[in-house]
């Protein structure tokens, strides 16, 4: 059973950083890609960032560009978001999410959550203004 955790998330003031992080555990088998999603209370879900680590590749939402910075290891599937001047509006509970759906990614990792098929519990960020 593949468990996704996520921690780093909390309470900061507008224009602070917060650093993410998302720790693989269980099954051992590669990803083709890891990203982050956030959901904002009454808000659909949307796509924040993705890297594709058959090359590296990321990604980013328009939103988040600039801003955030998705790094991590393919070796043991550890995802980290630095989140940088965040805004009120990035308020939300952060996802990270595994994609092992052949076949495997082309260029950019996908933005599609429905691709991705582990997912964590979820970390929540609350930005003040």
């Known amino acids: 059973q593949v468990q996704l955790v996520e921690s780093g998330g909390g309470l900061v003031q507008a224009g602070g950083s917060l650093r993410l992080s998302c720790a693989t555990s269980?099954?051992?088998?590669?990803?083709?890609?890891m990203a982050w999603f956030r959901q904002a209370p009454g808000q659909e879900r949307e796509f924040v960032s993705a890297?594709?680590?058959?090359?590296?590749?990321?990604d980013y939402a328009d939103s988040v560009k600039g801003r955030f910075t998705i790094s991590g290891n393919s070796v043991d599937n550890t995802l980290y978001l630095r989140m940088d001047s965040l805004k009120p509006e990035d308020t939300a509970i952060y996802y990270c999410?595994?994609?092992?759906?052949?076949?495997?990614?082309?260029?950019?990792?996908?933005?599609?959550?429905?691709?991705?098929?582990?997912w964590g519990q979820g970390t929540q960020v609350t930005v003040s203004s």
């Open positions: 890297i594709n680590w058959g090359n590296r590749n990321t």
């Open positions: 269980g099954r051992s088998f590669s990803f083709y890609a």
């Open positions: 999410a595994a994609d092992i759906s052949y076949p495997p990614p082309v260029g950019l990792p996908r933005r599609d959550g429905a691709r991705y098929s582990y």
